[in-house]
């Protein structure tokens, strides 16, 4: 079992930036792919961005590359999300998700955080 914890969200104009954690509760976090995912108000679940176990691979949605940037440290168990040139678009709850691929797929991914609310005002 992961437990999973993210930080970081809040409330920010557009153009500006934010930091999300996920912090994990198991040193084996390194064996792990992991991935963001966002739930706008109405809409479904989506892909934001993936990370390989050692983190040499990262997979972005269209919709944040060049904007967002996927990053982790094994030795802290802490996944990140830096998120700039943010978009009202952008608002929505925003999930950490550890699994065995890394992949675009939530089907991929085994443990879920409990979400962290991103708001951007125009």
């Known amino acids: 079992q992961v437990q999973l914890v993210e930080s970081g969200g809040g409330l920010v104009q557009a153009g500006g930036s934010l930091r999300l954690s996920c912090a994990a509760s198991?040193?084996?976090?390194?064996?792990?792919?992991m991935g963001w995912f966002r739930q706008a108000p109405g809409k479904e679940r989506e892909f934001t961005a993936t990370?390989?176990?050692?983190?040499?691979?990262?997979i972005y949605a269209d919709s944040v590359k060049g904007r967002f940037t996927i990053s982790r440290d094994n030795a802290k168990n802490t996944m990140y999300l830096q998120m700039n040139s943010l978009k009202p678009e952008d608002t929505a709850v925003y999930y950490c998700a550890a699994g065995v691929l890394t992949a675009r797929s939530d089907k991929a991914y085994k443990y879920w955080g409990q979400g962290t609310q991103v708001t951007v005002s125009s």
């Open positions: 990370i390989s176990s050692s983190g040499v691979t990262t």
């Open positions: 198991r040193r084996t976090f390194s064996n792990y792919a």
